[in-house]
């Protein structure tokens, strides 16, 4: 609001036309002087149409911006040519306004008893010194927790779900200072205004300066650019009527007419946006692909159209018309606007080369969609039942709207990105990929495609996409998808057998007498070391995983006959994952020790157990399903949907609890094992909130802690946060999230030196700069190899730390 459009900013632009020849647009100036002649007659013919049809408000988008044209805007040519949405030319360089980034912001949130209620206010916002004035509806919070359940908005945005006097609708507005002191007391200020003056009442309000409150709830609102793109049941949401705009004080009387509308036509869709400038962002339930879907589309955008227009409204507010609203631009403009339309065109384009169909002579606004039978042409069956997707990968994929939170180099997604930089290492990059070669029009090929594959190969399956995007894009699972049909009829690369049957192979070692202990000392001669990475298709430059002379299963069976313990809180059962049943038994005997020592039966089930993760992750998504269908036939006498599955590594956590019940959805026992999985630390937490002992000394150490990326997804840290402070130690968190081997991706030819840097962004430093004592904690086995090859510093599990703990 207070910073303008992309117009208001711009100062000189230079354009290439359709002959290749530059031009330099200005404030009154042209460097062509053909050019700049018929601009200025394009202009005299028709002064009374620009001043009177044009600029009549900021927001006035649709159309050519050629009010920057009169005399009284300076003749402004680069000004009019911005938004020209590239049907006249090239923009090849521009020169734009800065603005100084203001020394402090406080924002208020105000609750109101409507969504009409917040946009009938939020001219007031302006008026009294806003610099932003967003605004949202209850409908948006309702899809936000359908989508991510409790996010912290309760507690912190005023009138949301659970308080006692709830809203309808809310404004976020900001105000600047040159303090944070100053910045607070004009947002209080605003909040006194809005109640003395506004006719709408305010329900409730909040006014916050600290940093991470701020950005908790400016999420909220954040989150709806990707979030709209579903609704609340799953059901897609498609834009075209995206962004338009009303003069602000006729914003309230517009938004009703448009839920009208969506009630008429049997749509759904969730407004929001800029209600400060007038401006709503919606996408609706349109059902593109059917003739009664495709004829209730036309019909909404033409009376979309005539509504926006009966409130001197625009189009577009933002965006542009593109291809899905030129051909509604003579419900808004008269016939003398629309031919200067075209003569502008004509003048930057007299060939018309650049993007015909838009603005000018446009196409039907309901040709070319995208949605709908053309774009499954290449879609396949999954194995994942995709139950929020309906099933289809095409649904899947179609969840990314472009938002770009995945460009991000201050959160966890996308981690080969925040390397690499390249938008196709992107999950929004790799979504568009898979969108292309499901359409089978520039990746004919569909799953044999090779160019997909390479987009596909940087993604770390981290999962971090699948929590921290807005509409959960879960690229790991399309990965693992696609890497399934592109190999159904090739060779796979050897680190899929290697890697991905390592659970089996390590099992089968420790089946055989002394056949663990032998392998694991002879891949300590450099030699054969170098022979079987050659052999089993690992980078060259990794350092070879460790063998444990003896399976933790095997060790807790000794134990369990040698060993009387008391039991007062009844049945655990603790899982014995491939990685540290295998290759760190003593993190297990530890957590063994301890649930012991909280007073519980701690079972370990027996015989070949795993997850399926190495499997899934190399896509081999058959071989998963049968060893995840083994293992519950291995544990069907204890699913019972109630006795905790205690499990020590997050990633196979992760696959139980989420995976699995996809790959196996008929199976009500893979459904019954996900509600009994329970991460330690988790476990831990409730066991001491129902009231049981607590064992441990105060450690009063410090901590470092790398979250593994797939705890982070399922929710975060808290849990283990919250036992570390129970045991005095005071910890602190790697922000960056994935520690750059992600299981058997780093291990993989090519990989390495990418798996290192992004150890090397915060994790490694971190580490090498820890003080001595200080505890460098990580419950993932693939974050403690990561550490100790990058650093020499072995990480520790939270179970060796309160193993350490217990009293004595």
């Not at 009208?260 to 692909?289: A, M, N, Q, W, Y």
């Not at 002879?522 to 054969?528: T, Y």
């Not at 409730?686 to 009231?691: E, I, L, N, Y």
């Amino acid at each position: 609001m207070q910073w303008g459009t992309t117009a208001d900013n711009v100062v000189e632009l230079t354009i290439m036309r359709a002959d290749g020849e530059l031009v330099t647009l200005g404030h009154g100036t042209v460097s062509d002087p053909n050019l700049e002649k018929q601009l200025i007659a394009l202009r005299d013919e028709n002064l009374a149409m620009l001043r009177t049809e044009l600029g009549r408000f900021p927001r006035q988008v649709s159309g050519y911006g050629l009010h920057h044209l009169t005399q009284e805007a300076g003749f402004d040519v680069a000004k009019a040519f911005v938004g020209s949405e590239g049907t006249s030319g090239i923009v090849v360089e521009a020169v734009v306004r800065l603005v100084e980034r203001p020394a402090a912001s406080a924002l208020a949130v105000m609750a109101f008893e409507s969504v009409f209620d917040a946009a009938g206010a939020a001219p007031l916002a302006k008026r009294a010194g806003a610099s932003t004035a967003e605004g949202m509806g209850s409908d948006l919070l309702d899809a936000l927790w359908m989508s991510k359940g409790d996010t912290g908005a309760d507690e912190l945005l005023p009138g949301a779900h659970g308080n006692p006097r709830p809203a309808g609708g809310w404004l976020y507005c900001e105000t600047t200072g040159d303090s944070p002191e100053q910045a607070g007391q004009r947002a209080a200020a605003l909040v006194r205004k809005f109640e003395s003056e506004s006719s709408h009442r305010l329900v409730d309000s909040v006014v916050v300066s600290d940093h991470q409150e701020v950005r908790q709830l400016w999420k909220i609102r954040e989150s709806a650019a990707g979030l709209v793109t579903r609704l609340p049941d799953g059901r897609e949401a498609w834009p075209s009527w995206e962004d338009s705009a009303v003069p602000p004080e006729k914003l309230a009387d517009y938004l009703r007419d448009l839920y009208g509308l969506l009630d008429k036509h049997g749509l759904e869709g969730v407004p929001f946006g800029h209600f400060g400038d007038g401006c709503v962002h919606i996408r609706i339930s349109f059902t593109p692909g059917t003739d009664a879907g495709m004829a209730t589309y036309r019909t909404f955008m033409e009376e979309a159209a005539a509504t926006v227009a009966r409130y001197d409204g625009s189009l577009s507010g933002e965006h542009g018309d593109g291809r899905a609203r030129s051909e509604l631009l003579p419900l808004m403009y008269s016939p003398d606007a629309l031919s200067a339309f075209t003569r502008f065109k004509q003048i930057f384009d007299p060939t018309g080369l650049f993007n015909p169909g838009i603005l000018v002579d446009p196409e039907a606004l309901d040709d070319n969609l995208r949605p709908g039978p053309g774009q499954r042409k290449k879609e396949f069956i999954p194995l994942h039942a995709l139950s929020r997707d309906g099933g289809s990968l095409v649904n899947a994929v179609n969840r990314c709207a472009g938002v770009g939170l995945c460009r991000t180099e201050s959160d966890a997604m996308c981690p080969s990105f925040q390397i690499t930089g390249d938008e196709v290492h992107s999950t929004r990059g790799r979504a568009r990929v898979l969108s292309e070669m499901l359409r089978g029009e520039v990746f004919t090929e569909g799953t044999d495609s090779e160019q997909v594959k390479d987009a596909l190969d940087l993604c770390l399956s981290c999962h971090a996409c699948a929590s921290e995007c807005p509409v959960n894009v879960d690229m790991a699972t399309y990965k693992s998808e696609f890497l399934h049909q592109h190999y159904q009829k090739r060779r796979r690369p050897m680190a899929h057998y290697s890697m991905g049957w390592l659970p089996l192979t390590s099992h089968l070692l420790h089946r055989i007498p002394g056949a663990a202990w032998f392998a694991d000392k002879a891949l300590r001669i450099r030699p054969v070391e170098q022979l079987v990475k050659r052999l089993g298709g690992i980078d060259p430059s990794r350092k070879m995983i460790n063998f444990a002379s003896s399976s933790f299963q095997s060790r807790a069976r000794r134990r369990r006959r040698n060993t009387q313990v008391e039991h007062t809180r009844g049945k655990v059962i603790l899982w014995p994952d491939s990685f540290t049943n295998h290759l760190d038994p003593a993190v297990p005997m530890d957590a063994l020790e301890v649930l012991e020592a909280l007073g519980y039966e701690v079972t370990v089930p027996q015989g070949f157990i795993c997850c399926g993760l190495t499997w899934h992750s190399t896509g081999q998504l058959d071989t998963a399903q049968k060893v995840i269908t083994r293992t519950l036939d291995q544990l069907e006498d204890n699913l019972d949907g109630e006795t905790p599955v205690v499990c020590l590594e997050p990633s196979c956590a992760a696959m139980l609890i989420d995976t699995a019940p996809e790959l196996l959805p008929d199976d009500a026992r893979a459904h019954s094992l996900a509600q009994q999985v329970v991460s330690f630390s988790e476990f831990l937490t409730s066991h001491k909130q129902a009231g049981g002992i607590w064992p441990f000394e105060k450690l009063q150490m410090d901590a470092l802690s790398q979250t593994h990326c797939h705890e982070r997804s399922r929710g975060g840290h808290d849990a283990t946060s919250s036992v570390l402070e129970d045991v005095g130690v005071n910890e602190e968190s790697i922000q960056t999230g994935c520690c750059g081997l992600a299981g058997n991706w780093g291990f993989e030819p090519g990989h390495a030196q990418m798996s290192r840097d992004l150890g090397e962004r915060e994790l490694f430093p971190r580490v090498r700069a820890a003080t001595q004592g200080e505890a460098i904690l990580a419950d993932g086995f693939s974050c403690r190899t990561q550490i100790e090859e990058g650093t020499g510093v072995r990480g520790k599990h939270l179970a060796q730390l309160l193993k350490n703990a217990l009293h004595r």
